[in-house]
């Protein structure tokens, strides 16, 4: 075979994948994520008040994700057709040889978190496929995976922000879910929480058995990207699967949010704190929905935590420095409280001076949030379930210490 023809034989067998996907898909390199293109345009953010679903294991809705306003969105971008795999994650790591540090929070027996460094995106502890979205993997390492891309194609890569998100999730909807309001059609186009699924805590347990499930999937664990069916844009798992970062820093409602589309960032563009959307094959339908909103550490990692990415719109260029705010689990690890810290809130927490703002400084607000969950900056699992009242007072008595909220404890 002439040099030629060998050569040009070479150069399509390259682009046969770009060639072959369909006019509305577009992928800028082999390896890169298939990209839809979204169009610009309006809509109101957020649930009216009235709108609100209820959380099944509180009884009570969550209230982050209001005032509900308009934002316009006036420059098209494109988004992942699907979340980041498991094998496109693994094509980045390979090239760059980046590492990724630190302990993911996993879900083991007992309806418990377990934190641990030998869970991560390669193995999570259960079989996932490498069409699986990659999880395990944090703001920092999803940033860092968007700036390969940049390197790689000469585009803007990025991950949407939390409006642009919003937008692309509801695709033309204005109901809590993006194919309506009927939770019982979810497994047509989630994969969220059903029978089989791991429990997040005994809460989640107790609702399952109290409350049941709409329908059933067929994956009480991480499906393969794209088994369900996409929203009005074409795009898959955009609700459940699971949890998508997203460019913004994490506030707790929207009294002040932008209104155009773009990132919203704290004053110097510094957060510790940043934001998930959409839900995962561990989250119930209602905490899956194109509003639920939640914060997490920019550090944290979980095995029900991924992303998807984002190219080019006005928004290009609004993402934070890459500077990582790394928890440091080994602080204290030989004392009691630094033994339950790491074992039980070191994946999804702040270690120091980052937790400040998070609780209330004195003994009994710290108890309790620890007790029964929840706080104003982020969501906490209630560990009211797994750990003694002796434990709990250890664990309140660390986090005083370690942020100076007690100088009699030093």
């Known amino acids: 075979m002439p040099i030629a023809t060998r ?59 209001g ?34 540090a630190g302990a993911c929070m996993g879900f083991g027996g007992d309806n418990r978190f377990v934190s641990s460094k030998d869970i991560n995106w390669r193995d999570i502890g259960q ?53 309506g309001a009927d939770a019982a059609d979810a497994c047509e186009y989630a994969n969220v929480r059903t029978v089989g699924a791991q429990s997040i805590s005994q809460r989640q347990a107790d609702s399952d058995v109290a409350d049941g499930f709409p329908c059933d999937d067929g ?18 798992d955009m609700q459940g699967n699971a949890w998508e970062w997203v460019a913004d820093c994490n506030h707790k409602n929207y009294e002040g949010a932008p209104t155009d589309g773009s990132a919203w960032l704290d004053a110097r563009g510094e957060c510790a704190f940043g934001m998930i959307r959409g839900g995962s094959f561990l989250n119930r339908v209602e905490r899956s929905s194109t509003t639920v909103r939640v914060g997490r550490p920019r550090s944290g990692r979980g095995t029900n935590m991924g992303f998807r990415i984002a190219r080019g719109g006005k928004s290009a260029g609004t993402e934070q420095p890459m500077q990582q705010f790394i928890v440091d689990t080994d602080v204290d690890a030989d004392t009691p409280g630094g033994q ?64 100076g909220w007690d100088q009699s404890l030093h």
């Open 340 to 403: 339950l810290f790491n074992d039980h809130c070191a994946a999804c927490h702040q270690q120091r001076g980052n937790l400040r703002g998070v609780y209330g400084k004195d003994f009994d607000a710290i108890a309790n949030t620890i007790r029964s969950g929840g706080n104003n900056i982020m969501s906490m699992p209630a560990f009211g379930d797994t750990l003694s009242d002796d434990d709990i007072a250890i664990l309140t008595r660390y986090l005083r210490r370690v942020n």
């Open 219 to 236: 994956h009480p664990a991480a499906a393969a990207v794209g088994s369900f069916r996409p929203n009005a844009f074409g795009l898959h």
């Open 127 to 179: 079989i996932q496929s490498d069409t699986a979205p990659v999880v395990c993997v944090s703001y920092y390492d999803a940033v860092a995976y968007a700036e390969w891309l940049t390197d790689v194609t000469g585009e803007t890569y990025r991950l949407p922000t939390e409006a642009e998100w919003e937008y692309a999730a509801r695709a033309g909807s204005t109901s809590s879910y993006h194919w």
């Open 67 to 100: 005032p509900q306003h308009k934002v316009t969105i006036s420059t098209p971008f494109a988004l992942g057709r699907y979340e980041v795999t498991v094998a496109e994650y693994a094509r980045f790591v390979n090239a760059t040889g980046y590492a990724n």
């Open 7 to 65: 050569c040009i034989l070479l150069v399509l067998t390259a682009l046969a994948p770009l060639l072959s996907l369909p006019s509305d898909i577009a992928r800028d390199c082999p390896q890169c994520p298939e990209l839809v293109m979204i169009p610009a345009g309006e809509f109101l953010m957020g649930t009216a008040a009235e709108n609100r679903l209820i959380d099944p294991r509180t009884g009570k809705p969550a209230t982050n994700d």
